[in-house]
């Protein structure tokens, strides 16, 4: 079983920054990936970045150049550094990683932090 616990939501101006974290139950390293994703009020669930046990890391267009995705693995934490945020970044802000558990894929989700940004 893992745990994830997103933090760090808050109300932030357009223009402003903030650092989202998600904090696992076990070694990052169990991990090949782990995402951020968010969504939105009356949307679905869209994703935002990536970073692989190795450090690549992957961005959507929507955040790419403001958002930086990174892990600290000796914290069991991941983190979401965004920038020069914009009104249509606010969203519930979603952690996900997951594990092939007897053959089949089992995704786990934090419960969301949120994140709304004022214009």
């Known amino acids: 079983q893992v745990q994830l616990v997103e933090s760090g939501g808050d109300l932030v101006q357009a223009g402003g920054s903030l650092r989202l974290s998600c904090v696992a139950s076990?070694?990052?390293?169990?991990?090949?990936?782990m995402n951020w994703y968010r969504q939105a009020p009356g949307k679905q669930r869209d994703f935002v970045a990536a970073?692989?046990?190795?450090?690549?890391?992957s961005y959507s267009d929507s955040v790419k150049g403001r958002v930086t995705i990174s892990r600290d693995n000796a914290k069991n934490t991941m983190y979401l550094q965004m920038n020069s945020m914009r009104p249509d970044d606010t969203a519930v802000y979603y952690c996900?990683?997951?594990?092939?558990?007897?053959?089949?894929?089992?995704?786990?989700w934090g419960q969301g932090t949120s994140v709304t940004v004022s214009s």
């Open positions: 996900n990683t997951y594990m092939w558990v007897g053959g089949l894929r089992r995704d786990y």
């Open positions: 076990r070694s990052l390293n169990s991990f090949n990936v």
């Open positions: 970073i692989t046990r190795v450090g690549t890391t």
